[in-house]
């Protein structure tokens, strides 16, 4: 009675012993499983654990791909190389592949038995060995759908339960599965991200292109003879130009048109960052180089590093910071803040200001070495003022760009509006008669935009500088002109449908129009 109550005991003991071991190893199967960026290399040492743990003989892992419409081998254990060669199934051919078509597992007690198991993935015929084998294949499903299968083959016990081991490789195999799912979350996650990258790279380089940038001035042509000149080389490039002039428009050109293009596009406003901080933006911090630097960060000459860098506002930089700043420029290296580490970089410099460098450098407040430095191919961009043809063609862009935005419906600018967007001196430039546009199409409550649409800078003596002195006669009467122009232009200059049009007779405004001198020919083209 001892002998059999120890008996019992030894049994129940080796039972706990043995799910303790399979419980350990699902948690190392699990972290192998996590902690890997090669899942095939992860697969293959499941399948090593689960011989060292459990002594599987053999073991395969077969995944479905798409593409072949087969049954892979992705890993195996225990095989011969030329096996796995030959280790290609459809979908229901032999067990394994009954096994993903059904999503059902098959146990096998004795594959002497079994004669289906004679397929060309076992060279080796089982019933030579020595020893009688079992064979269990469970199946691998992600989404309820299988996609692969987990196959063991061990030495035949008569004690073993094949029904809780095979239990026991259905939880490794959905774990499995949820590696497979992630894997292919990961892997369409960068593929997405790889088609955004390329499709917003060509939407940069659309954006960029010439075409885009608006201008038929003979300014401006000169401006994209020197751009399509100076883009196809590694010169550097100094932008000189008034505030709002679009010099960062030019930069982006010029970087998008290069053989940089494929590259990074960074850019810094010298003035915008605080002198203390602009050095470790520049070339970066190591840990501890300051209060707060709490861990190594790259800088834009860095980041920069293949590309272009754009350095705006670049005759705000400190004295001390010029210092730094001519050295990487000469020698194309620097050490971050911190750091004794020379790094090199291959990096294409634009700069822009609006300053006069020149007598900043007279003044001591520019470096002259740094000046010549950067000054190597300078490309002056006009102000509005100094191409007016331009205005117009720039204010129907901006109309057509806001009047989209704000999902409104304006067909034109009047000829009133366009008189005195023509007479206004713009000392903000684009930036500013682009935000006039954009304020004018959100007032604007009619399909034409008017000229009391426009900001009342633009129809002040201060604003415009071309009324000295408004008066409620004078102001009625410039409203009645522009009543009167509008009309002839929707009319091409005609007198009597600009008449019937304003419902008037066509007497009334040939006087009028006599009286404000207004050239009906203007309105015939």
């Known amino acids: 009675m001892q002998s059999t109550n120890k008996t019992v005991n030894n049994e129940a003991l080796a039972r706990e012993r043995a799910e303790m071991r399979k419980l350990t190893t699902l948690l190392e199967i699990g972290q192998l499983l996590a902690d890997t960026k090669n899942l095939k290399g992860a697969l293959a040492r499941v399948l090593e654990l689960l011989e060292q743990q459990h002594r599987h003989t053999r073991s395969f892992i077969f995944l479905y791909d798409k593409e072949t419409d087969r049954l892979h081998i992705e890993a195996i254990f225990g095989f011969s190389s030329n096996s796995a060669r030959h280790a290609i199934f459809r979908v229901g051919d032999g067990i394994i592949g009954q096994v993903v078509k059904s999503g059902k597992s098959v146990i096998i007690p004795k594959t002497s038995r079994e004669p289906s198991l004679q397929i060309p993935f076992f060279k080796q015929q089982i019933t030579s060995r020595s020893r009688e084998q079992s064979f269990i294949c469970v199946p691998i499903i992600v989404g309820r759908k299988p996609v692969g299968a987990f196959g063991v083959e061990m030495a035949y016990k008569t004690e073993r339960n094949y029904e809780r081991h095979s239990k026991f490789l259905a939880v490794a195999a959905s774990m499995i599965a949820q590696a497979l799912k992630v894997e292919h979350l990961i892997a369409a996650e960068k593929q997405r991200l790889l088609d955004e990258n390329i499709h917003l790279k060509q939407e940069l380089r659309e954006r960029y292109d010439f075409s885009h940038i608006i201008g038929t001035s003979n300014q401006m042509r000169q401006v994209f003879e020197q751009v399509t000149k100076v883009a196809r080389t590694d010169t550097t490039v100094i932008l000189r130009g008034e505030s709002g002039t679009g010099k960062e428009l030019i930069a982006h050109a010029i970087h998008y048109n290069s053989h940089r293009s494929n590259a990074p596009f960074i850019k810094v406003n010298c003035a915008a960052i605080p002198e203390t901080l602009l050095e470790a933006e520049l070339f970066g911090h190591e840990k501890g180089a300051f209060t707060g630097a709490h861990g190594r960060k790259k800088g834009r000459f860095e980041l920069a590093n293949g590309g272009t860098l754009f350095l705006d506002e670049i005759g705000d930089l400190s004295f001390a910071t010029q210092v730094k700043l001519l050295r990487a420029l000469q020698e194309r290296e620097f050490e971050r803040l911190g750091g004794t580490e020379t790094i090199k970089v291959d990096v294409r410099v634009i700069t822009a200001?609006?300053?006069?460098?020149?007598?900043?450098?007279?003044?001591?407040?520019?470096?002259?070495?740094?000046?010549?430095?950067?000054?190597?191919?300078?490309?002056?961009i006009p102000s509005l003022r100094e191409r007016k043809s331009d205005i117009l063609l720039l204010a129907e862009h901006f109309l057509e760009k806001y009047e989209r935005k704000h999902n409104k419906r304006i067909r034109r600018i009047s000829t009133p509006a366009i008189d005195m967007l023509m007479s206004y001196h713009f000392p903000g430039n684009v930036r500013e008669l682009e935000n006039v546009i954009e304020r004018s199409v959100l007032v604007c409550d009619t399909n034409?935009?008017?000229?009391?649409?426009?900001?009342?800078?633009?129809?002040?003596?201060?604003?415009?500088?071309t009324i000295t002195r408004l008066t409620l006669i004078s102001s009625v009467e410039g409203y009645e002109r522009d009543l009167i122009q509008d009309a002839l232009k929707t009319t091409r200059g005609n007198k009597a449908k600009a008449a019937k049009l304003l419902d008037s007779t066509e007497r009334i405004i040939g006087y009028k129009i006599s009286k404000y001198r207004i050239d009906c020919s203007r309105f015939r083209t």
């Open 448 to 465: 034409v935009l008017h000229g009391h649409h426009l900001p009342p800078t633009l129809q002040t003596a201060e604003g415009s500088d």
């Open 353 to 380: 200001t609006n300053k006069d460098l020149e007598k900043a450098i007279q003044e001591g407040q520019f470096r002259e070495d740094l000046y010549y430095r950067l000054n190597v191919f300078s490309i002056f």
